[in-house]
């Protein structure tokens, strides 16, 4: 699809069409993360628990480096679609190389130093003494190589916003395949242990960057991305930050959220440690396929109120929420019933982990049923250049709703509170989204009136 096709895709095709030609591979892209995350928890498992405990440790770690290339990324994919909608292609370009350029200088710092603060940081997440050696191992190779994903997922952002979704769709899923294949092969062939998941991960995500590189020097994107166009502007960094800030506060919220989590799990061995590190990697992988489809939708709707056109913005919010709403409750039900066998794939026959595991996955699925209109409306504010929305989920979910919770809780209820702690929290969330949403709703449907009123 070339350039001109996609931008006459995004205000013409119909909304389901296009929906579907920007959410499916947008989620897909989005789900080879968590493939990433669940095929290292799949193959770790058979280690032994504190190794499984060690990966577990260590996934909000790489939730925080990430969030250096969704505040890039993503702050400039909204920012890029409006652009785009409004035939701005000179800003465009000053946009998307501000974007990928900033995002991998500032990524080496902060590789540099959690990598120079390695053992407090691991003992910050909630470490225990025999978890500590593996989750050294794992994370050190895993921090230095995270390089390759923060330029992936910058550019999945910012590939996504031009409607070349494919494009990302390809790279990651092959990234994803590779490591499928690399995880057996350096865990167990070349009996290298948790530090082979580690490899196999980092051999992955360089090779989705070769694609991306390749995407870049053939011109295939509708972006320049040249160093020339690199442009230390306040206006570009004042609308990235306005869109990414929020939701890189997602991702520290994330990180911070595990953190808790596996602090309080601390208290009751390395067992509920690595199976609340199961839990959060299958909850996250349902996380990832609704973000990814709203990532789908947010261009979609970007671009049609950067070009005006309300009632497109309107149909494409309903059909989107019948449509992630529908997988949230699918599968929701799906892991309710299937909850214990789903938990033993990813243990060495530790039945306290399979126990502790599965009580935790069915407390935390409940709530997922209503992560589709929280993902669509907080896509929909960042869209619309409205942050609130985005700042909403972020502190509101795993941060302000959150954190008092898991503090408070497991001193009353003991490890029922760790596992409780964040229903309670979506419970919450999902009220105040539901109040966004219908002052979003409003405000769309006053400026469609108007402009049917006008013509």
């Not at 948790?194 to 995500?205: E, F, M, N, S």
């Not at 990180?255 to 996250?284: C, H, L, P, Q, W």
């Not at 599968?331 to 309710?336: G, R, S, W």
């Not at 105040?432 to 108007?450: E, T, Y």
């Amino acid at each position: 699809m070339n350039n001109e096709t996609r931008v006459s895709m995004l205000r013409n095709a119909p909304i389901p069409q296009v929906l579907l030609k920007m959410g499916l591979p947008t989620m897909i892209g989005m789900l080879v993360t968590g493939i990433y995350n669940l095929v290292d928890a799949y193959f770790v498992g058979g280690l032994g628990t504190s190794q499984m405990g060690a990966v577990s440790i260590t996934f909000p770690l790489g939730q925080a480096i990430v969030g250096l290339a969704v505040l890039f990324g993503g702050g400039a994919a909204s920012y890029l679609s409006r652009l785009l909608g409004a035939k701005d292609k000179e800003q465009a370009n000053h946009v998307a190389s501000t974007a990928l350029y900033s995002s991998l200088s500032i990524a080496a710092i902060m590789i540099v130093i959690i990598v120079a603060f390695m053992r407090p940081i691991l003992y910050a997440l909630g470490t225990t003494d025999t978890i500590y050696p593996y989750a050294r191992e794992y994370a050190m190779i895993y921090v230095i190589s995270s390089i390759f994903n923060i330029f992936n997922v910058t550019m999945n952002n910012i590939a996504s916003s031009e409607g070349a979704a494919k494009v990302s769709m390809t790279a990651m899923l092959l990234g994803a395949g590779l490591n499928v294949i690399f995880d057996p092969i350096f865990i167990y062939g070349f009996h290298t242990g948790i530090a082979g998941a580690a490899i196999a991960t980092a051999l992955a995500q360089a090779i989705t960057t070769v694609m991306y590189l390749f995407y870049i020097l053939k011109k295939r994107s509708v972006f320049s991305f040249s160093p020339k166009e690199f442009r230390f502007d306040k206006t570009i960094y004042g609308e990235i930050f306005k869109v990414g800030i929020p939701t890189l506060a997602f991702q520290l919220a994330a990180s911070i959220a595990i953190g808790f989590t596996n602090a309080a799990a601390k208290e009751y061995g390395d067992a509920a440690i690595a199976a609340m590190g199961i839990v959060t990697r299958i909850i996250s992988m349902g996380i990832y396929a609704v973000s990814g489809f709203a990532k789908g939708f947010m261009p979609i709707a970007g671009y049609n109120y950067g070009a005006k056109q309300y009632h497109r913005v309107q149909e494409a919010t309903k059909t989107g929420l019948i449509w992630t709403s529908t997988f949230c409750v699918l599968m929701t039900i799906l892991m309710l019933i299937f909850a214990t066998p789903v938990i033993s794939l990813f243990t060495a026959d530790d039945l306290e982990v399979v126990e502790i595991g599965t009580f935790a996955l069915r407390a935390n699925i409940v709530m997922f049923a209503g992560m589709g209109i929280e993902a669509i409306y907080s896509m929909l504010s960042l869209a619309l250049g409205k942050a609130a929305g985005g700042w909403l989920l972020s502190i509101g979910r795993q941060g302000i709703f959150f954190i008092p919770v898991i503090m408070f809780l497991p001193r009353y209820i003991g490890l029922n509170g760790v596992l409780l702690a964040q229903p309670i929290a979506d419970i919450l969330t999902l009220v105040a989204i539901i109040i966004l949403a219908i002052k979003i709703n409003r405000q769309i449907k006053v400026l469609a009136a108007s402009q049917t009123g006008a013509e």
